[in-house]
C-alpha cells in the first residue's frame, strides 16, 4: 500500500524547509511504509490550496488511503508528524542521536 501525501508550503522560509525535509525523510524510508509526496508552493499554484481548503503552510496532507489527515504548523517532530498522519516512524529523529 502506499501512503500518498500533500505539502503546502510558501515559499523557502525556515518552516517550509524544514517540512520539505521532514517529508523527504518519509519518502525515504523513515517509516515501514511506502509513502509518494508531491510539495505544492502556494505562491506558484494557489488554486491548489483553494482546492483543498488549505489557509496556512506549511500543511502536510494525508491524501490516501483514507481519510484524509492534515498536519498543521512546525513539522520539524519527525514522530510526531508520522503519528498523526497514522504511520510509525522506524528510523532516527532529530532528537535521537545516530549511531
Known amino acids: 500500500m502506499t501512503v500518498r501525501l500533500v505539502l503546502y508550503v510558501a515559499g523557502d522560509t525556515p518552516r517550509s524547509r ?3 525535509a521532514t517529508v523527504a525523510w518519509l519518502a525515504d ?3 515501514g511504509e511506502r509513502v509518494e509526496a ?3 508552493d502556494v505562491a506558484e499554484q494557489p488554486e491548489r ?3 483543498d481548503r488549505v489557509l496556512l503552510t506549511p500543511t502536510l496532507l494525508r491524501q490516501d488511503p483514507g481519510p484524509v489527515r492534515r498536519v498543521v504548523g512546525d513539522l520539524g517532530d519527525r514522530d510526531r508528524v508520522a503519528q498523526a498522519l497514522g504511520l ?3 528510523g532516527p529523529t532529530p532528537t535521537q542521536p545516530t549511531r
Open 38 to 40: 508531491t510539495v505544492v
Open 29 to 31: 524510508g523513515g517509516v
Open 88 to 90: 510509525s516512524a522506524s
Open 49 to 51: 490550496a483553494e482546492t
Open 18 to 20: 524544514s517540512a520539505r
